[in-house]
Every structure is written in structure tokens, then in C-alpha cells.
């Protein structure tokens, strides 16, 4: 008997399935490293740091009593605030059915861990934009600290990484190691600003039109003393105003600006407990059941170092 495409119909695979799994794309993490990690921090859930301001100098007349001055005096406080989970089971009858089950299963754990890592990354980032007053200026030693991007339609400029530099270094914050960390839309901006990308005024900046202006987060050229990163965990500003006088654009996210020198760094933080990985079989259930959990708190240590330039992100 011939055989023909009807009769070869239920011989035929119509479909075939993969050996492998696929996976989502992963971008890179970076904020942990700009975050001093207290290791005296045994027990509890606050931990004080006091702190003493400066010395007053006064005229003084000849024969006359000295005045004396106290030092101002104060304490920064922060407590273990996150306490997360993040949770994952598989049953007993999709472990003795799934074809996929071994890959499946051990892709749990470093799921669950890069979650918590994700959310520590929000966290971290976040802190630029709730450290700060709302609606106020944060002016520290006459400059401002809280700004709005002075492009047009609020997009960023590279007047606003000057701005940036201005402000800390009327902080008393070391120009060495200077960091921005902004949304990709600010990548993008710099790149179609006709006054960086022509070569014959810009020199420094050729080969950006050919291969773009940065390589995996970071932009190939420091801009105004700054290296710059891209991250896509930045915090975006609900508030009824930046700076206090101008709203913020209705797609918006809050660029951050410091210097990551070690005596310096802006942001402050504890483990009471690292990631940390719970396994068991649920014999009610009848499934396997994993977990990992992780407590931590964080906090904007060094407010003098960190300007926030909310931009809009709608480029």
C-alpha cells in the first residue's frame, strides 16, 4: 500500500517540543556597592548614629569675657524595615508528570533570590526621592538639592549634571568618584543632542552617532565629572511638585546624583538577615515548598550628598 500525506497524518509530529526552557532577560544590578552595610548592629530593630556639628567663631575684644558656644548636636536613626518572602511550590503529581520538572525546580531558588535582589535594588534606588522633603527645594549650604530637569518638556540637559556638581560641591561633598545613576530615556536624550554629537565642536565625543553612547549601564564619556549609569529601578516622583514650585511631568523618573567616595556614601544600610532558603514537603498539601526570605533596613545617610533631578521620561 502506498503511503500518502492522509494516511501518514497520525505518523507525522505536527509539533515538536524543546529540550530546553526559556528564560527571561536579566538586566544588570548595581546598587548594593553604593550602600555602607553597618556590621555593629547585633540585635534590635533601630540603630542611632549621633552626630556633632561645627565650631562657631566669634570677634573677640580685648579684655572682655569669651563667649563660649556649644557644639549643635543630633543623631540619625534607621530601623529593619523589610521583612520579605518570595514563595514557591510544585505538587507532587506535576513532579511525577512535567517533562520539564527538573529544570523547573531548580530554577526556584536563584528566582527567588534574584527577586529579593531586584526589590533591595528598588529600595536602594528609591531612597534618592523618599530621603528628601517633599515640594522643598532641599536647599543644603544655598544651592538646591531637589530639582527638575531644565530641558524642554522637562527632558534632561547637560546643564543639570552641572547643576548637579554645583550643589554638592557647595555640600562639602569630595569631587572624586562622582556617580549618576538615570533612566535610559536620559541615554537617548544625550545622544540626539545635536551640541555633543557633532564632532567638529565635540571631539571627545566622536563615535557616539556609530555606536551610541554607552556600553552595557554605562555612557562611554564622563558627563561633567559624573560617571553614568542607566538603570531601569529608578523611582518616579507622585508629589505635587519637585522643587516646590514646578509639577512634575506625568511620566517622570528621579535621576540621581553623588560621589560614592567611601567616607561618603550616601546611602546606609543592615542585614538582620540575608537571603536565606526554607525547603520542606507538605504532606497535606502533597507538594514540595520553597522560600527565601530576607530582612533588611535602609536609609539616605548623607542627605548633603545626593541631588535628585526628576526628568520626563516621555522622549
Known amino acids: 500500500m502506498a503511503h500518502t500525506t492522509a494516511n501518514t497524518a497520525l505518523l507525522t509530529r505536527q509539533e515538536i517540543w524543546s529540550r530546553e526552557l526559556k528564560d527571561v532577560l536579566l538586566d544588570e544590578l548595581m546598587a548594593q556597592k553604593y550602600v555602607r552595610w553597618l556590621s555593629e548592629f547585633p540585635d534590635g530593630n533601630t540603630f542611632t548614629i549621633p552626630s556633632i556639628g561645627e565650631a562657631t567663631v566669634r570677634d573677640y575684644v580685648e579684655n572682655s569675657a569669651v563667649q563660649y558656644d556649644a557644639l549643635d548636636t543630633g543623631e540619625f536613626q534607621f530601623s529593619i524595615t523589610e521583612y520579605l518572602s518570595s514563595g514557591t511550590y510544585i505538587t507532587k503529581q506535576a513532579m511525577q508528570d512535567m517533562y520539564y520538572m527538573s529544570q523547573l525546580v531548580s530554577s526556584f531558588v536563584p528566582k527567588q533570590r534574584r527577586a529579593l535582589e531586584e526589590k533591595l535594588e528598588t529600595d536602594i534606588l528609591a531612597l534618592g526621592e523618599s530621603g528628601q522633603t517633599a515640594t522643598d527645594t532641599n536647599t543644603i549650604n544655598g544651592r538646591a538639592h531637589r530639582l527638575i530637569a531644565q530641558g524642554t518638556s522637562n527632558v534632561i540637559d547637560v546643564s543639570d549634571f552641572a547643576l548637579a556638581k554645583l550643589a554638592l560641591k557647595k555640600a562639602n561633598v569630595p569631587m572624586s568618584n562622582m556617580v549618576a545613576v538615570v533612566d535610559p530615556s536620559v541615554g537617548y536624550t544625550l545622544e540626539t543632542l545635536t551640541n555633543l554629537v557633532n564632532v567638529s565642536n565635540n571631539p571627545m565625543w566622536e563615535g557616539i552617532v556609530s555606536s551610541g553612547i554607552t556600553t552595557g549601564m554605562r555612557f562611554i564619556r564622563n558627563v561633567y565629572g559624573f560617571d553614568v549609569y542607566e538603570s531601569n529601578y529608578l523611582a518616579s516622583c507622585s508629589d505635587a511638585t519637585v522643587d516646590g514650585t514646578t509639577a512634575p511631568p506625568a511620566a517622570n523618573a528621579v535621576n540621581l546624583f553623588f560621589s560614592t567616595e567611601s567616607s561618603v556614601v550616601p546611602f546606609v544600610g543592615a542585614w538582620r538577615q540575608m537571603p536565606e532558603v526554607d ?37
Open 279 to 315: 525547603a520542606e514537603y507538605n504532606k497535606d498539601l502533597q507538594r514540595e515548598e520553597y522560600v527565601t526570605t530576607a530582612r533588611y533596613g535602609l536609609a539616605l545617610y548623607r542627605p548633603e550628598n545626593m541631588v535628585t533631578v526628576t526628568s520626563n521620561t516621555a522622549v
